[in-house]
Structure formats: structure tokens, C-alpha cells
């Protein structure tokens, strides 16, 4: 999802920007301060609760936003993003948003500010009250609005700022400049995300061969929980003599060893455009692991592709590969084998209904030559990239 909060002083062009923003990205919108207007003119409970400080100025308090934003993203879960216009507004709002976001398993993607010098917001507000009517824009009430953005609201900026997210725009020029500088930096960001695959697919169904390809082809960098154990293995380290009795007999080796492997990788590779795991997550546990290991770099499986291969297909191919160099300590026994595809079936299956609930996620047919596999994963990496954009 794509969570763009717009912020910045009364009168900075929020509203403004977010009509532009909305269609640009095909966002669902959340204003606060429209949501709480629409309240009092429909004298509701909550309105008539909000009324009197709104109209002072004042900020409505936290525990009447929370029932407003929870119902609101709770009912966009589906949505390719949500726009906040005039939230968060207080540092409490901003720890809301971050455990009612994380609780959906995303989070904010960026908070863009517009910074406008306050004579000019004045004037702005002063110019809108002719036409538009809002009765907050009027000078009292305009001074208490603009020392309550410096009192309770100014300090969310350092709570984005420490995480990395928070991107000032300068909010003087033509409403079009203006937006353009916003359309930018928004894609900027997106870029700045990692694209992460889980290719899944039982053993011999060609994850190893097409997880290298997709990788090389979009740029991406390969994490095979097995090439980096074989290699703990080869070099005899502690990792490798732990992991060895596990490979060697065809089982799962513990979640500490596979975490520690992965999480030296993904830090090996910060500037990276994203990554591709293969062979792992192999459990359930081990998918909730890899959202968490994710999550400390700001990101999040982007989708997930399954490759489909009939079993008897999948025991031929690992049996031909038994055959050549290429060949694993496991393939060479039937039982080995049939114990593979059985571990496989227990505990992987349920990853891929795990990923299925919340993730983008294809089913490519794994037969044929390899380009014909790749052809068919390459084709569901760019209908993600298009879900994504919208
Ligand atoms: P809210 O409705 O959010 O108002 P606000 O933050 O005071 O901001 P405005 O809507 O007045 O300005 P804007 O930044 O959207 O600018 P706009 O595009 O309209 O909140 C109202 C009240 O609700 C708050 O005071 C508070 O009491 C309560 N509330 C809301 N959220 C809350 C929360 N989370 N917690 C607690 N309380 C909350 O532009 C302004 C004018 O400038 C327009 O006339 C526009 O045409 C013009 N303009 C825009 N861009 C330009 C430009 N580039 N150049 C020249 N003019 C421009
Ligand atoms: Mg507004």
C-alpha cells in the first residue's frame, strides 16, 4: 500500500493537494478535519462533542480521532493507499497510525510537508473566508489554529524525521508546481522501497534456476537459504556444523540459523532495488519471521509466486539432477526425496495460504523449458508492478 500523510499548517494547501493526489494515485482519502465537520453538521454525538473546540481553534481530542481514523482504515483495507489529510496532528495520533498500520501489515510510506511562511497562510485563510465560508477562517480563531500547529502538531515532524520519512516541500508557487514537487518526491520514495519475492514451489519445481533468473533479469539480489547454508557448510563454520545433520537428512534446519543467515544478507545489500527468497519462508513461523526481519528495514513482501509442478514431474527432474554435478546430497535416495516432498507438503503449503490473505500472489505452471517459466514469473512481476502503482 502506498500511505501518504499530508501535512503542514491551516492554510498550507493540504486540501488542495490531495484532490491532485488522490486521482494521481488512486488513493482512498481521510481527512480529519472534513470527517469532524460532517460530524457537526450532522449533529452527531461526535460532533456535538468536537464542536465547541473546533470552533474555538482548538484540537479535537485524541480519543475522539482514534474512533474516527480506526473505522475509516479498517474499512480501506483493500485500497492501493490511503491519504491522511490533517493527520496525524499530535504525536499520540502518530503512534495510532503507526499500530493501526502495522496492524494491517504495512505502514506509512512517507509524510510529505508543506512549509508556507504564516503571513501567507493568513492571507490564504482570510481570502477563503470571502468565498468559501468556513468558520474557522476568521483571525481569532485562524491565531489559535496556527499556535496549536506549533504547540501540539510541529513535534510529529521530528517523529518521521527520526524514521526517515518526513520530506518538507516548499508550499509557495502555483498549485501545479506545487504538486509536481509532491508527485516527485512520492515516487522517489517508491522507489526507495525494497521489491521483495517469496518463490515457493516444492522441491524440484525450479526455484533455485528461476529465483537466479529473476533476480539478474529485475536487478534484485538471490537469498537461497540453502546456497547460504551450503556455504556455511563448505567453509565448516558454526553455522555450517550445526546445519549439517539437518541438510543431511533432508529436514529444516533451526529458524536462529536461517534468521542469521538472512539478516547478514539483507544488510550486505542496503542500496539494493530488492530481493528474492528462495527456500525460505518454508513455515508459517518462518513467514511471520521474515515480516519482522522486513519490517526492521521499512518494508514488506511485495508478492509472493508459486511455481506448480505436478509431483511425479518434481521427483523425475530431482532424480535427473542426482545424475549430473549439479547433484545435492538428497537426491540421490528415493526416501530422501519422498521425505523432502512430504516435509514440503506439511509445513509450506500453509505459508502459501498465509501469503495468499495478504500479499500479492500468482500460481505460475513451472512446466516447460526454463525461459518458458521465466517468461510466465517475469510476466507476474510486472502485473505486481502495475497492482502496486495502481
Ligand atoms: P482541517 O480541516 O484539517 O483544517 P486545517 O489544518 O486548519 O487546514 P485547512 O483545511 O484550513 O488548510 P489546508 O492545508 O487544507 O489548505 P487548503 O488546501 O484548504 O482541520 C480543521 C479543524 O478540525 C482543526 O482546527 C481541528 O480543530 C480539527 N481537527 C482536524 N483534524 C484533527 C486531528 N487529527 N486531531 C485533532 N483535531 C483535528 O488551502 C487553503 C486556501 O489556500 C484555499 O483557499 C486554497 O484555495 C488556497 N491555496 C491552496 N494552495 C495555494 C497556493 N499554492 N497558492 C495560493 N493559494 C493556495
Ligand atoms: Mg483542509
Do not use: W
Not at 493501526?100 to 482570510?126: A, G, I
Not at 527456500?279 to 521474515?290: K, M, W
Not at 547433484?327 to 509445513?347: M, P, V
Not at 495468499?356 to 526454463?370: A, C, P
Amino acid at each position: 500500500m502506498l500511505n501518504i500523510a499530508l501535512f503542514g499548517p491551516p492554510g498550507a494547501g493540504k486540501g488542495t493537494q490531495s484532490k491532485l493526489l488522490l486521482e494521481k494515485f488512486n488513493l482512498t482519502y481521510i481527512s480529519t478535519g472534513d470527517i469532524l465537520r460532517e460530524e457537526i453538521a450532522n449533529n452527531t454525538p461526535l460532533g456535538i462533542e468536537a464542536k465547541g473546540v473546533i470552533e474555538k481553534g482548538g484540537l479535537a481530542p485524541d480519543e475522539l480521532i482514534v474512533q474516527i481514523i480506526e473505522k475509516k482504515v479498517t474499512m480501506n483495507l483493500n485500497s492501493a493507499g490511503i491519504l491522511f489529510d490533517g493527520f496525524p496532528r499530535t504525536v499520540v495520533q502518530a503512534y495510532i497510525l503507526e499500530g493501526l498500520l502495522s496492524k494491517m501489515n504495512t505502514s506509512l510510506t512517507c509524510m510529505l510537508s508543506l512549509e508556507v511562511p504564516q503571513d501567507q497562510l493568513v492571507k490564504r485563510m482570510l481570502e477563503r473566508a470571502k468565498v468559501g465560508g468556513r468558520s474557522d477562517d476568521n483571525m481569532e480563531v485562524i491565531k489559535v489554529r496556527l499556535q496549536e500547529y506549533d504547540n501540539k502538531t510541529k513535534p510529529v515532524i521530528n517523529f518521521y524525521q527520526e524514521k526517515n520519512k518526513y520530506f518538507p516541500i516548499n508550499g509557495v508557487g502555483t498549485v501545479e508546481s506545487i504538486f509536481g514537487k509532491l508527485v516527485e518526491t512520492i515516487e522517489s520514495t517508491m522507489k526507495q522501497d525494497f521489491f521483495n519475492v517469496v518463490l515457493l514451489g516444492k522441491p524440484g519445481s525450479g526455484k533455485g534456476t528461476q529465483g537466479e533468473l529473476l533476480a539478474r533479469n529485475n536487478n534484485l539480489v538471490y537469498i537461497s537459504t540453502g546456497k547460504l547454508l551450503r556455504k556455511e557448510i563448505a567453509g565448516n563454520t558454526e553455522i555450517g556444523k550445526i546445519a549439517k545433520p539437518f541438510m543431511e537428512r533432508g529436514e529444516i534446519v533451526p529458524d536462529e540459523i536461517a534468521i542469521r543467515l538472512i539478516e547478514k544478507k539483507i544488510q550486505h545489500h542496503p542500496s539494493a532495488d530488492g530481493f528474492v527468497f528462495k527456500g525460505f519462508p518454508r513455515t508459517v513461523v518462518q513467514a511471520y519471521i521474515l515480516d519482522g526481519l522486513l519490517r526492521r528495514v521499512n518494508s514488506r513482501v511485495t508478492c509472493m509466486l508459486n511455481i506448480k509442478l505436478p509431483t511425479l514431474e518434481a521427483i523425475k527432474r530431482l532424480n535427473d539432477r542426482g545424475k549430473t554435478e549439479r547433484k545435492r546430497a538428497y537426491d540421490t535416495s528415493t526416501d530422501l526425496i519422498l521425505n523432502r516432498l512430504d516435509e514440503y507438503e506439511k509445513k509450506t503449503k500453509p505459508v502459501i495460504d498465509y501469503y495468499k490473505k495478504q500479499t500479492i500472489f500468482f500460481e505460475v505452471d513451472g512446466s516447460g523449458t526454463e525461459e518458458e517459466v521465466n517468461g510466465r514469473l517475469e510476466e507476474a512481476v510486472v502485473k505486481t508492478v502495475k497492482q502496486l502503482r495502481g
